[in-house]
């Protein structure tokens, strides 16, 4: 705590500094002619915002690429071994195979239900859709280390025989069966974490696809009911292509998050029985481990896979933007 309370008030009093000094070029480049005010005053404006762009992210991944080509204590150069051994390490193969479950499965399952209930919920009074939609997105104002917290005690696991305290194992050994350890036995495990990710995001999604359900015009909805269209045939024919952009924004967001991930994994299991994810398996190598060059290549390879979807996401966003 020592050490850190320099290094926070060095930052603060830098980023202050900073942001002095470009008020007071701002004041300067005030008195100059206007032909140079007019050429200098957007640099000087965007002037801090490029400073601590450039300070806290920019520098920070060029620093983690160029340790991604060194040896766990970063003082000497290694080549490529880290990425070899990204690729052919079995436990980062089966932590890789585990980030794709969760980016097919999070996403997809999220959206679903995120659509149902924003459809579903239309249909009901103002009041009952308003509590309906509340409850729904409730979990949003929990912490990620909260709702791993809560699902413990429904996942809970007690031997045969003793009194079960968690909701899931009560209720399969009321039915007669034998509690089971959700965190333990592969691959119900990895699904167990994805439900509580699942559970979090669900009212995000329900409540963007509701607007976007409820900015359909209302006479193309009409327009097939008097064709005879079905409700179902309405909904998927009608209603779901003019609010794609919106499935695929919120889809792409949420998959971002689940490529960021690590709370869930590290509170519940910590990356055991199979279920680690690339996020926590850097904190592993970082902290646990000390292996710094293998934690900078993971995150490079994060970096990798993130920005591709990042730059889709603000495209698909301005499509939207523009078509409104």
Same mark, same amino acid.
């Given at each position: 705590?020592?050490?850190?309370?320099?290094?926070?008030?060095?930052?603060?009093?830098?980023?202050?500094?900073?942001?002095?000094?470009?008020?007071?070029?701002?004041?300067?480049?005030?008195?100059?002619?206007?032909?140079?005010?007019?050429?200098?005053?957007?640099?000087?404006?965007?002037?801090?915002?490029?400073?601590?762009?450039?300070?806290?992210?920019?520098?920070?991944?060029?620093?983690?690429?160029?340790?991604?080509?060194?040896?766990?204590?970063?003082?000497?150069?290694?080549?490529?071994?880290?990425?070899?051994?990204?690729?052919?390490?079995?436990?980062?193969?089966?932590?890789?195979?585990?980030?794709?479950?969760?980016?097919?499965?999070?996403?997809?399952?999220?959206?679903?239900?995120?659509?149902?209930?924003?459809?579903?919920?239309?249909?009901?009074?103002?009041?009952?859709?308003?509590?309906?939609?509340?409850?729904?997105?409730?979990?949003?104002?929990?912490?990620?280390?909260?709702?791993?917290?809560?699902?413990?005690?429904?996942?809970?696991?007690?031997?045969?025989?003793?009194?079960?305290?968690?909701?899931?194992?009560?209720?399969?050994?009321?039915?007669?069966?034998?509690?089971?350890?959700?965190?333990?036995?592969?691959?119900?495990?990895?699904?167990?974490?994805?439900?509580?990710?699942?559970?979090?995001?669900?009212?995000?999604?329900? /409540?963007? +696809?509701?607007? #976007?359900?409820?900015? @359909?015009?209302?006479?193309? *909805?009409?327009?097939? !009911?008097?064709?005879? %269209? =079905?409700?179902?045939?309405?909904?998927?024919?009608?209603?779901?292509?003019?609010?794609?952009?919106?499935?695929?924004?919120?889809?792409?967001?949420?998959?971002?998050?689940?490529?960021?991930?690590?709370?869930?994994?590290?509170?519940?299991?910590?990356?055991?029985?199979?279920?680690?994810?690339?996020?926590?398996?850097?904190?592993?190598?970082?902290?646990?481990?000390?292996?710094?060059?293998?934690?900078?290549?993971?995150? /490079?390879? +994060?970096?990798? #896979?993130?920005?591709? @979807?990042?730059?889709?996401? *603000?495209?698909?966003? !301005?499509?939207?933007? %523009? =078509?409104?």
């Amino acid at each position: 705590m020592s050490s850190l309370l320099p290094a926070l008030i060095a930052i603060v009093v830098g980023v202050g500094g900073v942001v002095l000094l470009f008020w007071v070029l701002n004041m300067l480049v005030e008195r100059l002619p206007d032909a140079w005010e007019d050429r200098l005053k957007p640099l000087v404006f965007i002037g801090p915002a490029v400073f601590i762009v450039s300070a806290f992210l920019v520098y920070p991944a060029l620093d983690t690429l160029r340790r991604s080509f060194m040896d766990a204590s970063s003082d000497a150069y290694v080549g490529g071994e880290n990425y070899s051994w990204l690729v052919t390490e079995p436990t980062v193969r089966e932590t890789l195979f585990n980030n794709l479950l969760w980016i097919v499965f999070v996403p997809t399952v999220s959206v679903l239900v995120g659509l149902a209930v924003a459809t579903l919920a239309d249909r009901l009074s103002t009041r009952w859709e308003n509590v309906t939609k509340s409850t729904i997105f409730l979990p949003m104002a929990i912490s990620f280390v909260g709702a791993s917290t809560i699902w413990g005690f429904v996942y809970a696991w007690r031997p045969e025989g003793r009194p079960q305290i968690g909701l899931l194992n009560a209720i399969v050994t009321w039915l007669g069966g034998a509690p089971i350890t959700w965190y333990q036995t592969s691959p119900i495990n990895d699904y167990a974490l994805m439900i509580i990710m699942v559970w979090l995001q669900a009212g995000f999604a329900m /409540v963007l +696809l509701s607007a #976007a359900i409820k900015s @359909v015009p209302e006479d193309t *909805i009409e327009a097939a !009911r008097i064709d005879g %269209a =079905t409700e179902a045939q309405t909904f998927f024919r009608v209603v779901v292509p003019q609010i794609l952009s919106t499935v695929a924004v919120v889809t792409t967001t949420i998959l971002i998050l689940v490529l960021k991930v690590f709370d869930i994994v590290r509170v519940t299991t910590n990356g055991r029985f199979g279920t680690d994810i690339v996020a926590n398996r850097f904190i592993t190598e970082l902290i646990t481990f000390r292996q710094f060059g293998h934690a900078a290549a993971i995150v /490079v390879a +994060l970096i990798l #896979a993130t920005v591709p @979807v990042m730059i889709w996401n *603000i495209r698909r966003f !301005r499509e939207q933007e %523009a =078509t409104r």
